[in-house]
T-cell receptor, first 113, second 111 residues
Framework: NAGVTQTPKFQVLKTGQSMTLQCAQD?????MYWYRQDPGMGLRLIYY???????DKGEVPNGYNVSRLNKREFSLRLESAAPSQTSVYFC????????????FGEGSRLTVL | QKEVEQNSGPLSVPEGAIASLNCTYS??????FFWYRQYSGKSPELIMS????GDKEDGRFTAQLNKASQYVSLLIRDSQPSDSATYLC???????????FGSGTQLTVLP
């Protein structure tokens, strides 16, 4: 049982380049989330999708876009990467909406030069 | 003031001791409280959830919630070196539709 799978695990970008982080879950969960984690800042919510077909902004959405492709998949896109977006990105899913019981993927470490 | 505050540590305890991790929160309408464990370089893993005042025990872990004082704590009994990790406190307010994380406390259990 894979749980939550993120790709890629590591990525180095130059300022201004674009990329998409992919996330898929096989637990039939309704809600999915994208977080970023920076040293001393804890986990901060970028975007979430409470259910298939809906997406909403979190605490730090600027510079990002998301797509809930289907119930399994939730992607995060950086249209024009900036050094401030250097971070570790985690995708998570939950069975219920608005719950704190999240299952996290392994993370994607992104460096923007 | 940060919404969820934790002592960043590092907190060191000897093997077999009780580790006590604390978390305070600012929003009085917070309803649900969670503790996640994160090993270095790994993803967070949910270890405890608590929804009402009092204690909740699960094996060597006990979560304690005091809504009047706006704090939640995690006790780890008989601490083991394998408990060495960063522990994240998370608080949710249903109306806000978001989970807010503290910045974590780094725990080291010394053999």
């Amino acid at each position: 049982n894979a749980g939550v799978t993120q790709t890629p695990k590591f990525q180095v970008l130059k300022t201004g380049q674009s990329m998409t982080l992919q996330c898929a879950q096989d637990m039939n969960h309704n809600s999915m989330y994208w977080y970023r984690q920076d040293p001393g800042m804890g986990l901060r919510l970028i975007y979430y999708s409470a259910s298939e077909g809906t997406t909403d902004k979190g605490e730090v959405p600027n510079g990002y876009n998301v797509s809930r492709l289907n119930k399994r998949e939730f992607s995060l896109r950086l249209e024009s990467a900036a050094p401030s977006q250097t971070s570790v990105y985690f995708c998570a899913s939950s069975e219920l909406k608005w719950t704190g019981e999240l299952f996290f993927g392994e993370g994607s470490r992104l460096t923007v030069l | 003031q940060k919404e969820v505050e934790q002592n960043s540590g590092p907190l060191s305890v000897p093997e077999g001791a009780i580790a006590s991790l604390n978390c305070t929160y600012s929003d009085r309408v917070s309803q649900s409280f969670f503790w996640y464990r994160q090993y270095s370089g790994k993803s967070p893993e949910l270890i405890m959830s608590i929804y009402s005042n009092g204690d909740k025990e699960d094996g060597r872990f006990t979560a304690q919630l005091n809504k009047a004082s706006q704090y939640v704590s995690l006790l780890i009994r008989d601490s083991q070196p394998s408990d060495s990790a960063t522990y994240l406190c998370a608080v949710s307010v249903r109306s806000a539709r978001q989970l807010t994380f503290g910045s974590g406390t780094q725990l080291t259990v010394l053999p």
